[in-house]
């Protein structure tokens, strides 16, 4: 949310230069989280699998 208030307030001050680069970070760090969340979920999905769903006792 900071980044974005940053991208605004360099385009109104109009220093658009900035405001790509800030709207970069953005989108490079937004598709960095999403690909890890992505491979953390297949991870828990690879160990739910592997591990037995009852015990006998």
Do not use: F, K
């Not at 109104?12 to 800030?22: E, F, H, M, P």
């Not at 490079?28 to 015990?55: C, F, I, K, W, Y």
């Amino acid at each position: 949310m900071v980044l974005l208030g940053a991208v605004a307030l360099t385009i109104a001050i109009g220093d658009y230069a900035d405001s790509v680069v800030i709207a970069l970070v953005i989108t490079v760090n937004t598709t960095v989280g999403m690909v890890q969340e992505v491979r953390a979920d297949h991870a828990v999905s690879a160990l739910s699998a592997m591990s037995a769903p009852t015990a006998r006792v």
